[in-house]
């Protein structure tokens, strides 16, 4: 495996950075997780805008135009033939001192692609569904740490995970600083009711999966909102599903206890999983 460190390709055993890096030290940095389908890399400029988005608030500056960033994920993936791949880019505040002040880390960030094969969730979830649980962490107060910002921070998310792990559930509901549903730990959710998709308008990430499944449903005439949602709303649904890169889409079947629809993933669900997999394989930055 090569991994791309600030314009060079080194071995995993290679690819370090220093203890005295603030990402290390503080979680000072910004991600993205992109996917490549058959060597087409999906929503690859949409990526790309949220990477420099983050950056931008956080104040760090890429070294690299946006076209050099998609050049050099490209390269990594071309360098490690691989026609379906799980992209990590990472960018870092870079190496400071001790204190937490990110003027100190002058020599620049820390620029590393990754690429490699992720599945987060067995396949027999995305035909069966998933049972899931809401947990008491709820999601960052936007005025505190925007959820917008895909940093390198997320013990918020880690936090609920943790709590998922301990009652025994792989995935769970995050609720927002009022009590309403925002999202997952890593995935957004959607709920399906008398044919209305709808997803939550605050306190969440706004995935580019989240976009595509609303783009989707918009062109094959199903309504989509975006709204305050409450659990009550997740219980009573149709169909419930969650979407993120890593994960794709995949149905949930159960929440807290309640059933949703008929315990099974639903028709709108299935629809919406066929359609993404074709949008997938079709649309995106050819390497
Ligand atoms: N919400 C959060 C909090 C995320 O981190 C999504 C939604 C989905 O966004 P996209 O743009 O990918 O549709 C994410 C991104 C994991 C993991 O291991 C998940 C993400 C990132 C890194 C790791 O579950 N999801």
Redesign the pocket.
Known sequence: MKIYLNGKFVGKNQACVSVFDHGFLYGDGAFE?IRSYDRLVFKLKAHIDRLYETTHTLMIEIPLTKKQMIKAIVDTLKINKLKDAYIRVIVTRGVGDLGLDPQKCDGGPNIIIITDKIT?YPEKLYDKGMDIITVPTIRNNPEALN?QL?SLNYLN?ILAKIEANNSGFSEAIMLDHQGYVA?C????IFIVKDNCLSTPSQG??K????DTVMHLATKSKLKVEERFMTRHEVYTSDECFL?????EIIPVVKVDGRMIGNGRPGSVTTKIMKMFKVVTRKDGVKY
Do not use: Y
């Not at 995935?207 to 989240?210: D, P």
């Open positions: 997780g987060l959820p895909k998310n999202e730990t890593g995935d957004n969440r990430l995935g580019i999966t989240r979407t993120g890169t890593a994960a």
